[in-house]
């Protein structure tokens, strides 16, 4: 047994609050109604009987009535067919594998995703139940094929996803609950509690295949009450529900707080109602049948009552336990397929119309379907109680290590002979050691599991115990009685769970004890020094085990945190977008009702739309975070993440993630918010249906923008008019967008444009926009793959002052592989700039294309040489200033934490556009200029102020050379690449 071994044992065993946070989405969905009709069969044919029901269509049958004369004029205008609707109908010709084809198929992914369903079958006895729901050996009925595909299902999903498949059956015979799988329980009681309505003691088998399921599924049925009747030679006379629960897990367990979804599926097969008169039953078949009468009269007025939508709330589910099992199928979290089956026979005609009558009244129950999702935590005070436990064995144990020390030492001058020692007994002993220790953790784990669920059971009696329960002789409601029922569940359930804690108790101590027996043989089997070493082991794997557990405590705890904070922003959130529509409400009545608005005020709702717009910049140009969590599989790798690559996620992101990040964020208008949206479904739409990669690369979208300029809707906040004018300040979003996208101060690199003219206003062709795509993956790629070589070398220089390279360093350090515009010169010189960057090596999973040509087009040609200029002038400027040996975070160092406060305060850039920086000079934030932002941008915001107001200071000016000035890779980045070619950490992130 490994280590490995020990902890997977512990962490099934551990104890789990299941928290039940179903999604709160839920579906309103009506009951799906099919109808079967079977074949008439040997006896009914024998007794001259002709088939009255028939299938039209496939949702239409007509019933004739065989007892209409039609010489009676009283109904001579009554039509002997009556016609029922349903959503799918079979007739005799059906095979079983249309059937469930039709009726349970389209269940089973949502069963493995987390959602309740219920098939059912209803009708008369004899009438096919059965059949449908179990079949024969040749004819496999529902059951069988369910759950062959369910695990069919499951095997699509096996690699990413963990299933558990747990499997019980019981049926209702006389109104009291057995289990089928183990009839040894004797009568099992119904509780409800906050996940439903359970069956106390029921077993539950795990499944590991379909065959494993069929074995229990004919195990259960041979359990199963069944006897010939005159109706039916195989008559059920029981209620049987088969229960299976499916619980998905991701196999990437990233934190301890882990979603599980658990779907549950419930396959019944009820018994058949009977007329006394027809079966011709006596004594216990008599009884029999009128229990089953009576369940299914109770599910007829459940029926009845919840298809009534005129009805009163109330719906009387206690009369049987049947109605009480199905309280969820019927009313509840669950899709819900009813199958009636009928006879066709002429004699069988009034039960046929009695089982139509309720499926067609079936039809409109509702029941609201959702998704159950658990939170599994595990609970800080138990991981603690066992962390100490642990800790608690170390220490006993080291102080009987040390004192073998000493004997070791004490005997090496004497005679002891290590020699003598049995190597197998060495072995022996560790490995009974080592079980007995993972007996003992399971225990543990059981014993936290046992005090948790007594306790959630001591909260739900609290809550009984507060109502006043004592009757007062007169007939009391119903709700009180059923309120009574769960009060004796609940003290049952409490008593078995004492019983259980008590004995989990007893073996645990009775393990320890045998512990103690195994070491205290140690001395007379073993050698000291063999001793020592098993002592030691056993330290080693309590100290492992220990460790583990704090692990997951302080992730737990982390998550928490992080959940806490999540829920303080969505709340902050929810306040701004309260506070931005009131605002422009009044805004809407003061411009309507022509309010004139004081100096003051004006000046405070320019700084609010300003600084709503900026809030906008900030969170597009900030990297989605939760997008790289989850890329990565599980956190953001903070070890490889550093300054230069944070600023490319912002650039890369402010392209791919445009309308997801815009769309959550409550900016300063609701209305620009919905237009917003609006806009982002058109773009996702016209995304959709272009080449995924190229519609999300910016070139695409500044295609895309210039394509829809005449049909664009106008993305800014609404044009608020200022006492009669617009106000200059509304910016449009969609510039935004577009600025922060295009404008990067990336190189118009010829080597990445291919043939297409880029001042053409028309989308480039598919095959020309392939070729972007390659080639921007490959430049992309190359970058990556440098800057990864050079990413060890990289905090090493990041004192040294030529770690931030000009184009002339270079070539002194080759080894720190940046990608330069030299650099691509040089390469494209050696390998051709019509061959792209495409010898790369094999590991460069992005480069795939062999045919790739790149033209320079004069556009581009001029573009780079512009460029180029502007890289030089830069560079030029910079030298001339000393390198600012400033705070350079050390991220490799940080935990996630201090990244994200880190992320949080980090760029200058955030600063420097935040208009707190305005207050530095103290002066009114209002009558600045919002601060330029728009790297590279030909026309920035600032510009446009000076050009409009003038009012831009030189020293604001220099703060913008410096914060340019303070740029630590002054390199071309490559703006035009999606999410996963440049990674952060320098593995791909996927989409
Ligand atoms: N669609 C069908 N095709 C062929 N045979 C059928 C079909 N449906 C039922 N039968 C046959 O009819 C007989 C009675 O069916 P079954 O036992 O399923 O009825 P049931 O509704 O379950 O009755 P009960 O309520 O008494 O248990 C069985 O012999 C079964 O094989």
Redesign the pocket.
Known sequence: MSLGDIHEASADTKFEKLVSKNESKQEEQNLIVGL????L?EDEIIAGATPVAHKVDDNMVVLMDPTDDPDDILRANRSREKQYIFDVA?D?S?T?KE?YEKTTKFLIPNVVNGYNATVF?Y????????????G?AE?RGIMARTMNDLFLEMEKTQEDMAYRVTVSFLEIYNEMIRDLLCPSSGVLDLREDSNGVQVAGLSKFQAKSTREIMDILIKGNKQRT?EP?V???????SHAVLQITVRQKNRIRDNTVQEVRMGKLFLI??????RAANTQNRGKRMVEGAH?NRSLLALGNCINALSDKHARKYINYRDSKLTRLLKDALGGNTKTVMIA?ISPASIHFEESRNTLVYADRAKNIKTKVRRNVMDVSYHIAQYSNIIAELREEIKRLRTKLDQKSEQVSTMQSSRFDAGNTNYNDVEKLKNQLVQIFTHQMGLRWEREKVVLRRRNSMDDLSKYKEMDLAGDGSEEPDDVNQARDELESLRTEDRKITEKRESILRELDATKNKASKVEQMLPNLVSTSDQQEILRLLCKIHELEMENVHMQSSCLLRDMDIRQRELAMEQYKQHHTLADELIQHQRTLMDEKNIPMSKDLEELYELYQQEGNEILEIQFSLPDIHAYKNSSGSSINHKMLDGETVSEMDESNSAVHLPKIFVPYHGANSVARKQLLKKSSLHINRLEEEDAFFAKSPRALQFGEQKTTDSTVSLSPPPVTVQGKKNPRQKSILTLSSRSTATTPSPPANDIVPAVNTSSESIPAKEERRKIAVNTRNIAALAAKRKNLSNVNMYNKSQDPSFFMTESSVGQHNESGYLTQSRLAQHDKKYGSSVGLNNMNDDDFFSDSSDIEIVPTKASVHKRNIYQQEQMRKKRAMKQKPVQKDFKPNYQQMTPEEFFKQLSRMPPKKQHFLPGNLHRDGKSRSKLPAANYSKGYPQSKAQQSRDTKGEVTQQTENKEKDSRGQKKHPLPSIPTYRKGDISVTGHSLHQ
Not at 231 to 237: D, E, I, M
Not at 269 to 274: F, I, K, R, T
């Open positions: 079967r009709i079977r074949p069969n079979f005799g059906a079983q059937v079958a009708g008369a006895t004899g009438a096919g139940k059965t059949y449908t729901m179990l024969t004819e069944q009747t109706a039916n030679k195989t008559s059920s006379r097969d009820l018994a058949g109602s009977e089953i089956t």
